[in-house]
């Protein structure tokens, strides 16, 4: 059965520090998200990207915060400088329906700790 | 910002009880969505219903919709001690657009079936 897949699962740096996530999504799923979770907290979206494109990052830190999707396929979530606040599950999630109304594949999340 | 609110925050029941979770929102949706999240993993798609359904089932999971009072229910029935986890309901909003799939997720219940 064809999953999501994240590395690294697990992240623990020193704050000031870059960090990076990687997620690869279902074969053919245009539409890619990445959230945060913080603990006792339902996923906030952070970014979606519909192939290639940026087409919601209102809620993306961008001072700090950066992603990319360059050929429309795998993407990379960067941080830098990480903060304390980071500390969090990173979730990426893809959707095979472009902009359409669907469930979401989960991927198995980073957890971050910012020391 | 999450969306909405779930009810109970947590909810502590014996194996083959039935569970109840509620979740209220704010905004007009498209669909609401419930996924379940094992301890410290990725969040797993359970059903999805759409603004215009008034009730869903699949398996021993029952989900209703009530769009005039913003809320909506999942029940469990039978539950196992597999079905521990916490369980978040996600809405669709009807902005419409390229971000049209995008989902808002609750806080979550958190749900412990003792054998």
């Known amino acids: 059965e064809a999953e999501v897949a994240q590395s690294p699962r697990y992240k623990i740096t020193e704050k000031s520090q870059a960090v990076a996530f990687w997620c690869d999504p279902i074969s053919g799923h245009a539409t890619l998200y990445w959230y945060r979770q913080i603990l006792g907290q339902g996923p906030e979206l952070l970014v979606q990207?519909?192939?290639?494109?940026?087409?919601?990052d209102s809620q993306l830190p961008k001072d700090r915060f950066s992603a990319e999707r360059l050929k429309g396929v795998d993407s990379t979530l960067k941080i830098q400088p990480a903060e304390l606040g980071d500390s969090a599950m990173y979730l990426c999630a893809s959707q095979g329906l472009a902009g359409g109304v669907g469930e979401q594949f989960f991927g198995p999340g980073t957890r971050l700790t910012v020391l | 910002s999450q969306q909405g609110e779930e009810d109970p925050q947590a909810l502590s029941i014996q194996e083959g009880e039935n569970a109840t979770m509620n979740c209220s929102y704010k905004t007009s949706i498209n669909n609401l969505q419930w996924y379940r999240q094992n301890s410290g993993r990725g969040l797993v798609h359970l059903i999805l219903?759409?603004?215009?359904?008034r009730e869903k089932h699949s398996g021993r999971l029952r989900v209703t919709l009530d769009t005039s009072k913003k809320s909506s229910s999942l029940l469990i029935t039978a539950s196992r001690a597999a079905d521990t986890a916490s369980y978040f309901c996600a809405t669709g909003d009807n902005a419409g657009g390229t971000s049209y799939g995008k989902l808002t997720f609750g806080q979550g219940t958190i749900l412990t079936v003792h054998p």
């Open positions: 990207f519909q192939d290639e494109s940026v087409v919601d």
């Open positions: 219903i759409r603004s215009n359904e």
